[in-house]
């Protein structure tokens, strides 16, 4: 497992975003763990850019 993996599964962090594909072993490792989920920031994306003025929303079109 990777460092920052290592600290989110330790408790030494409460949480991390990470970009990349959703079937990446860095991904999927950790949520093996219990007590370890993905979270859907979507509802609160105009809270974050508010907040976080250096964050831009993007919307991505759902694929077929």
Do not use: C, T, W
């Amino acid at each position: 497992m990777s460092g920052k993996a290592e600290q989110l599964v330790s408790g030494e962090v409460d949480a991390g975003i990470v970009i990349l594909p959703a079937d990446s072993d860095r991904i999927q490792e950790p949520l093996r763990v219990p007590d370890i989920r993905l979270m859907d920031s979507s509802p609160e994306a105009e809270a974050y850019i508010n907040r976080f003025p250096a964050l831009a929303k993007v919307v991505l079109r759902k694929g077929r």
